[in-house]
């Protein structure tokens, strides 16, 4: 019996090890992924399970021509060289402005069968990937204004771009801007001066190696001087000011667009009247979504309805600034089924009680200017720019059947509360804001619906 029972017991041990060893490598290997996940991750700010912005390429080979799609100017991809000439100051404050631009570093291409609406965008490097699906996603013309603050910068954004010019036949239509302080030289050397083994963007993780690849959130860690901040404004005056078509939608780079968005909304306007003296104050809203990490980011409104009646979407910003993105008509636009068009909701302006609304729209280069001493890291960044149109008599046409929806993830945070290194941003933004608030009000006749916001 008990000879038996030695044999079964040593089985068993040797079962024990054998499984403890299989768990111990599964272990490591997971682990290893996972480091090899995340130094690409460190570029971007929001870390969405996994799933990064041009998981895609990793599927698609690189062209063989010299320059890819992309048409490049300043003797790239080799290097950046420029000449005085070609640098300009900003939209608003134009060679008095503490900001340079160097415009169309990449310039973008307009064929007859694009739909003439720009997307025109701005960036840091932490969120140059998200180039990859723009162009995946908007059918016509993009306009990006990247803000560079050293030659880090400056190396992977345009290492990036290159990638992209290799790997995605839609880059043709992307024109790139640097935009970057008075006192800061423009320099770059490419390390790659032909096209990319694949588009893989892992591959792109070589780019971030050395001793300053440690990418942190942009002024997470910096004091608020008149120098270190970013300069959102500036850069959306840039790309929007850059672009070749009538009509632009100036949105943040995370916000992907419903299908067909730019070429549906032409043919929207072909059928749309208003009397000829107000048409040039009137902008076409584009509501803001966001959904949760688990979900692909729905294409069609039927799509985005879905998630909404399952609690796992909802409009941008609900849970961090309710006020923000919550545009009226919102509980019709859930109800209505425009098909496969674009159509009017309803037309109104931004006044009580929607006097702090920040509206995504389609407009024109002619409306008033994003004020370029505001920060992004201080809030309150594009209220001014809206109490302005309203005080000048803007209307707001909601689109049904168009929509943007934010990058996977859904914020459910207080913003000011969790990220208590903007307070002193906030501070700054606010003494500017009470200065230029002046200015606007004694521009315009009173209006009390428009609300002075403090």
Same mark, same amino acid.
């Given at each position: 019996?008990?000879?038996?029972?030695?044999?079964f017991?040593?089985?068993?041990?040797?079962?024990?090890?054998t499984?403890?060893?299989f768990?111990?490598?599964?272990?490591?290997? +997971?682990?290893?992924?996972?480091?090899k996940v995340t130094?690409?991750?460190?570029i971007?700010?929001?870390?969405v399970?996994s799933r990064?912005?041009?998981?895609y390429?990793?599927e698609?080979m690189?062209?063989s021509?010299?320059?890819?799609?992309?048409?490049?100017?300043?003797?790239?991809p080799?290097?950046?060289f420029?000449s005085?000439?070609?640098?300009?100051?900003?939209p608003?404050?134009?060679?008095?402005?503490?900001?340079?631009t160097?415009?169309?570093?990449?310039?973008g291409?307009?064929?007859?069968?694009q739909?003439?609406?720009?997307?025109?965008t701005?960036?840091?490097?932490?969120?140059? !990937?998200?180039?990859s699906?723009?162009v995946?996603?908007?059918?016509?013309?993009v306009?990006?204004?990247?803000?560079?603050?050293?030659?880090e910068?400056?190396?992977?954004?345009?290492?990036?771009?290159?990638?992209?010019?290799?790997?995605i036949?839609?880059m043709?239509?992307v024109?790139?801007?640097?935009?970057?302080?008075?006192d800061?030289?423009?320099?770059?050397?490419?390390?790659?001066?032909?096209?990319?083994a694949?588009?893989?963007?892992?591959?792109?993780?070589?780019?971030?190696?050395?001793p300053?690849s440690?990418?942190?959130?942009?002024?997470?860690?910096k004091s608020?001087?008149n +120098?270190?901040?970013?300069?959102?404004?500036?850069?959306?005056?840039?790309?929007?000011?850059?672009?070749?078509?009538?009509?632009?939608?100036?949105?943040d780079?995370?916000?992907?667009?419903?299908?067909?968005l730019?070429?549906r909304?032409?043919?929207m306007?072909?059928?749309?009247?208003?009397?000829?003296?107000?048409?040039?104050?009137?902008?076409?809203?584009?509501?803001?979504?966001?959904?949760?990490?688990?979900?692909?980011?729905?294409?069609t409104?039927?799509?985005?309805?879905?998630?909404?009646?399952?609690?796992?979407a909802?409009?941008f910003h609900?849970f961090?600034?309710?006020h923000?993105?919550?545009?009226?008509?919102?509980?019709?636009?859930?109800?209505?089924?425009?098909?496969?068009?674009?159509t009017?909701? !309803?037309?109104?302006?931004?006044?009580?009680?929607?006097e702090?609304?920040?509206?995504?729209?389609i407009?024109?280069?002619?409306?008033p200017?994003?004020n370029?001493q !505001?920060s992004?890291?201080g809030?309150q960044?594009?209220?001014?720019?809206?109490?302005?149109?309203?005080?000048?008599?803007?209307?707001m046409?909601?689109?049904?059947?168009?929509?943007?929806?934010?990058?996977?993830?859904?914020k459910?945070?207080r913003r000011?509360k969790?990220e208590s290194?903007?307070?002193?941003?906030?501070?700054k933004?606010?003494?500017?804001?009470n200065?230029?608030?002046?200015?606007?009000?004694?521009?315009?006749?009173?209006?009390?619906?428009?609300?002075?916001?403090?």
């Open positions: 019996m008990l000879n038996n029972q030695r044999p017991k040593s089985r068993f041990f040797s079962f024990l090890i499984f403890f060893l768990v111990l490598f599964f272990l490591l290997l +997971n682990a290893i992924q996972t480091v130094k690409v991750n460190n971007i700010v929001e870390n399970n990064l912005p041009g998981e390429l990793k698609i690189p062209t021509s010299e320059d890819g799609y992309c048409k490049l100017n300043f003797r790239l080799a290097q950046l420029y005085k000439d070609a640098i300009s100051g900003s608003e404050f134009e060679e008095n402005s503490p900001y340079h160097l415009h169309d570093v990449i310039e291409r307009i064929d007859q069968d739909p003439e609406v720009t997307y025109a701005h960036l840091t490097k932490e969120f140059v !990937l998200y180039i699906e723009v995946r996603y908007w059918e016509g013309p306009s990006i204004a990247a803000y560079v603050a050293d030659a910068d400056v190396k992977l954004i345009l290492e990036h771009m290159l990638h992209f010019c290799y790997c036949p839609e043709s239509r024109s790139l801007h640097l935009v970057f302080k008075k800061f030289q423009l320099n770059f050397t490419s390390t790659r001066t032909i096209a990319p694949n588009c893989d963007i892992l591959n792109l993780e070589q780019l971030n190696s050395g300053d440690d990418i942190s959130y942009f002024a997470e860690e608020p001087s +120098n270190n901040w970013y300069p959102i404004n500036v850069c959306r005056n840039v790309a929007r000011q850059a672009s070749y078509t009538e009509y632009v939608l100036v949105c780079i995370e916000l992907m667009p419903s299908e067909n730019a070429s909304f032409l043919e306007t072909d059928t749309f009247s208003c009397l000829e003296s107000s048409c040039e104050k009137r902008v076409f809203v584009v509501p803001v979504f966001e959904v949760e990490s688990t979900e692909n980011i729905p294409r409104k039927a799509q985005l309805l879905d998630l909404i009646v399952s609690k796992k909802v409009y609900q961090t600034c309710t923000c993105q919550k545009f009226p008509g919102l509980e019709q636009w859930k109800t209505t089924d425009p098909g496969d068009a674009i009017p909701l !309803l037309e109104t302006r931004r006044e009580i009680p929607y702090r609304w920040e509206p995504i729209f407009g024109t280069k002619n409306e200017l994003y370029e !505001l992004w890291e809030f960044d594009k209220m001014l720019q809206m109490l302005e149109m309203c005080l000048a008599g803007y209307k046409v909601i689109l049904d059947g168009a929509f943007l929806v934010h990058w996977p993830g859904i459910k945070s000011l969790d290194w903007r307070k002193p941003y906030v501070r933004n606010q003494r500017f804001y200065k230029l608030l002046k200015g606007i009000i004694s521009k315009y006749p009173r209006n009390l619906y428009c609300k002075r916001v403090d």
